[in-house]
Each structure stands twice: as C-alpha cells, then as structure tokens.
C-alpha cells in the first residue's frame, strides 16, 4: 500500500443501479403518467407478493409512512405511543405529529432491539396505573427481526396494536415469514436511498387489514375518495370525488415507484450478497475485542447494518478513536443510533440521560461497518484491517 495514494472511499452504505433501473425510470418519463398511473400499483402489488402481504401502500417516504400508520391505528391527541430508543427519530417523531406521548422501551443488549422482558414489565406497571400505550412500535434494528411472536402475544393482552418499524428489513424473515407478514398490525419500510432497495425517497405501509388499508389510501391523498362506491352521497356527476377525512399528499411519484419495481427483482440477490458479507465479516472479525452482530437461529436479518461494539473493556474515548482513525483511511463509518431520548428536543420533554442504560451503553460503544452489496472482498478486507489497527491488535 502507497501511503501517499489516498485509498477510494468506502462509505457505509451505497445504492445499486442497474441499466434495468435506469431504463424503467426513463419508460415512464416517456409515458402518460409521471404520477397516479400504473406503476404504483404494480410495485406495490410486487412488494406485496414478496412479503406475502395483502395491502402494500406506498407514499413519499418512511416518516410519512409511520405518521399516517399512527394515525390510520387511532393515534392522536392523548394517546400513548412507546417505541424504542435505538432508532433512526422518525420512529418517536411519528407520535408527536399526532399529539400522542412517546416513552421508550429499553433494548435488549445482544439484539439490540426493543426487549420483550423490559416491555413486560412496563406494560405490568403501567396497566397498574392506567397508563397502557395504544401503540408500540418496535424497530428491526439493522435489519433483525424483533421478538415479534412474543410482542403480538403482549399486544393481544394489554390491548396495543403493533406498528413495526421495518425499514431497515426488506425481506428479513422471522420463523420462515417474512417481515410485515405475520404479527404486526402494521409494518413500515423505507425505500431511502441508503437502504436496502432504494426509490431515492420512499416509504410503505404493509398490511393484511382491508380497513386499515383504505384508511391509509385515503391519508395519503387529501382523505379522499372517488369511487362512487364509497361516498357518502349520491354524486352529482363523474366528476365528483369526496373528501370524508383530513388527509395529505404523500403520494410517491410513477418514476419511484418504476424504480422500486426494478429494484425489487434484484431484492433476493442483493440479500444474498449482504448475507455473504455479513458472514465474512463475523469470519475476519472473530478474534478483535468488538461485540458483532447477533445471529438468533430463527430469524434472517436484512443486514442493512453491520453494527459492531467496540469493547467496553477497553475504555470510554476508545469509540471516537477507532472512528476518526477509519474515516482518516476514507472508510464511511457511522454510528447508529444516538438515544433517541438524549436530543434536545426529546429531553425539553422530560427525558434524561440514564433513562434508558442498555441503548446508551450500546450506542457508547457502536460503529456500522461499510455495508452493501456490491462492496468487494478487497474493501472489506481493507476495513478489518483498518479496524484492527485502530484497535491495537
Ligand atoms: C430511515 C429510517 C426511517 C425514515 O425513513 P425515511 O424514508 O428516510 O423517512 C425511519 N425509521 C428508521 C428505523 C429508519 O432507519
């Protein structure tokens, strides 16, 4: 190696784009319809089938998503909704637009996702004093599916419904179902350009509820309808379309929706490859002091994120040094997350450091690793080593 020749960066995560994609966005750019024509459907009817889905609605983005799920579940003013504090904050956010109340639910440290003991127990303590959240959304952390047989079981006895937050894990698998498939009410993913299939900005709503579903189609447009078999009144002519509740427009445009079309047929390969870079780095991270990812033999992850913990062991700066010496060597580090919880906004409503010791002890020590599917054997090599000099072995 050249010291003198910086080495190409390597960021955490990249998009891939085909010939395919590009000609599918270009077809509807030469089409009648730039928006509301058919791709939409078609990529929705096409994710639908891949997560064995009935209802897949999709809008502008993940955070529209989440927000209009809430609302579509019932959430508003005086609600309580818990998420968990590991998470991107459109997670907790999606609360807050309806004037609902956000608490956390701790993590559990080894998945780092939401803990089904810690949700037991405050479900128990809150229902003590009337207290109940009417919807918890749990977050599949990197792509690994939460405990969600477990949650579901919880759901069905305090009385919550599920809003999964899935947008890290398109086309993970749980018990051999796939995400958004089974247990949650609700389930939404993120077609961001950093995840795992892209429109550029994107998001979408999976359901087997045919109610729950309209309500999200209505949401994303105005909260309108223009089939005359759902008005409420007889309309005066064709031309009539009815506004029946306070919508949006988070409506995703033909070009996006083409995209994830695309995208969606390289879903499996593109997983495959994630998987085998997922695997390699567990092989070459064996014998480094850092905590990987978990492997719970039940569940497939979606590997957005190779997050690994830098051992506590080895003390409090040794984060923020491993970190500056991989983006020193052009590696796209990042970390996820921050606590929700610790922001300034989430503390001006009463939350405070220490509120939640799991998540802020993992974010202490975490750093996501480089990860995507085109990523070379010779960048991931290039990483480790990077890895294992900052850590001194
Ligand atoms: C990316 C992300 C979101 C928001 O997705 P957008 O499509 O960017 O709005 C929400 N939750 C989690 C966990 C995310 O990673």
């Given at each position: 190696?050249?010291?003198?020749?910086?080495?190409?960066?390597?960021?955490?995560?990249?998009?891939?784009?085909?010939?395919?994609?590009?000609?599918?966005?270009?077809?509807?750019?030469?089409?009648?319809?730039?928006?509301?024509?058919?791709?939409?459907?078609?990529?929705?009817?096409?994710?639908?089938?891949?997560?064995?889905?009935?209802?897949?609605?999709?809008?502008?983005?993940?955070?529209?998503?989440?927000?209009?799920?809430?609302?579509?579940?019932?959430?508003?003013?005086?609600?309580?909704?818990?998420?968990?504090?590991?998470?991107?904050?459109?997670?907790?956010?999606?609360?807050?637009?309806?004037?609902?109340?956000?608490?956390?639910?701790?993590?559990?440290?080894?998945?780092?996702?939401?803990?089904?003991?810690?949700?037991?127990?405050?479900?128990?303590?809150?229902?003590?004093?009337?207290?109940?959240?009417?919807?918890?959304?749990?977050?599949?952390?990197?792509?690994?599916?939460?405990?969600?047989?477990?949650?579901?079981?919880?759901?069905?006895?305090?009385?919550?419904?599920?809003?999964?937050?899935?947008?890290?894990?398109?086309?993970?698998?749980?018990?051999?179902?796939?995400?958004?498939?089974?247990?949650?009410?609700?389930?939404?993913?993120?077609?961001?350009?950093?995840?795992?299939?892209?429109?550029?900005?994107?998001?979408?709503?999976?359901?087997?509820?045919?109610?729950?579903?309209?309500?999200?189609?209505?949401?994303?447009?105005?909260?309108?309808?223009?089939?005359?078999?759902?008005?409420?009144?007889?309309?005066?002519?064709?031309?009539?379309?009815?506004?029946?509740?306070?919508?949006?427009?988070?409506?995703?445009?033909?070009?996006?929706?083409?995209?994830?079309?695309?995208?969606?047929?390289?879903?499996?390969?593109?997983?495959?490859?994630?998987?085998?870079?997922?695997?390699?780095?567990?092989?070459?991270?064996?014998?480094?002091p850092v905590r990987r990812p978990a492997r719970p033999g039940d569940r497939?992850?979606?590997?957005?994120?190779?997050?690994?913990?830098?051992?506590?062991?080895?003390?409090?700066?040794?984060?923020?040094?491993?970190?500056?010496?991989?983006?020193?060597?052009?590696?796209?580090?990042?970390?996820?997350?921050?606590?929700?919880?610790?922001?300034?906004?989430?503390?001006?409503?009463?939350?405070?450091?220490?509120?939640?010791?799991?998540?802020?002890?993992?974010?202490?020590?975490?750093?996501?690793?480089?990860?995507?599917?085109?990523?070379?054997?010779?960048?991931?090599?290039?990483?480790?080593?990077?890895?294992?000099?900052?850590?001194?072995?």
């Amino acid at each position: 190696m050249n010291a003198a020749v910086p080495q190409a960066f390597i960021p955490y995560s990249r998009q891939h784009i085909t010939d395919d994609d590009i000609a599918a966005v270009t077809a509807v750019l030469r089409s009648e319809f730039l928006t509301q024509g058919p791709e939409l459907p078609r990529f929705e009817a096409a994710f639908a089938q891949l997560h064995q889905v009935k209802h897949a609605v999709a809008v502008t983005n993940a955070t529209a998503a989440l927000h209009l799920a809430c609302l579509a579940l019932g959430v508003k003013h005086g609600s309580r909704v818990w998420t968990s504090p590991n998470s991107f904050l459109a997670s907790a956010n999606c609360a807050l637009y309806c004037g609902a109340t956000i608490d956390f639910v701790d993590i559990d440290p080894d998945t780092r996702n939401m803990s089904v003991h810690a949700l037991r127990a405050k479900l128990e303590h809150c229902a003590q004093r009337g207290s109940l959240p009417q919807v918890v959304i749990p977050v599949d952390f990197g792509g690994l599916p939460c405990d969600l047989p477990e949650m579901r079981a919880l759901a069905d006895a305090f009385g919550f419904k599920i809003l999964e937050d899935a947008s890290h894990a398109t086309g993970a698998r749980l018990h051999g179902q796939p995400v958004g498939s089974a247990w949650s009410h609700a389930t939404v993913f993120s077609f961001h350009a950093v995840k795992i299939v892209t429109t550029g900005e994107g998001g979408l709503i999976a359901t087997q509820d045919d109610a729950l579903a309209e309500q999200l189609r209505q949401l994303r447009s105005h909260g309108m309808v223009r089939e005359r078999s759902q008005m409420t009144q007889v309309p005066e002519g064709p031309w009539v379309y009815e506004q029946q509740s306070l919508g949006w427009n988070c409506r995703m445009t033909e070009m996006q929706a083409a995209l994830g079309h695309s995208q969606l047929q390289r879903l499996q390969t593109m997983h495959a490859q994630r998987i085998a870079l997922a695997d390699r780095y567990d092989r070459l991270l064996a014998d480094l002091p850092v905590r990987r990812p978990a492997r719970p033999g039940d569940r497939v992850s979606a590997w957005h994120l190779y997050p690994v913990e830098i051992d506590a062991a080895l003390g409090p700066h040794r984060r923020a040094e491993v970190f500056a010496a991989l983006r020193a060597a052009n590696i796209g580090v990042n970390v996820h997350y921050i606590p929700i919880h610790t922001q300034p906004h989430y503390q001006a409503l009463g939350f405070r450091a220490g509120d939640f010791p799991a998540a802020e002890a993992y974010y202490s020590g975490a750093i996501s690793l480089p990860l995507f599917p085109q990523m070379t054997a010779a960048e991931q090599d290039r990483v480790v080593a990077v890895l294992a000099m900052a850590l001194g072995v």
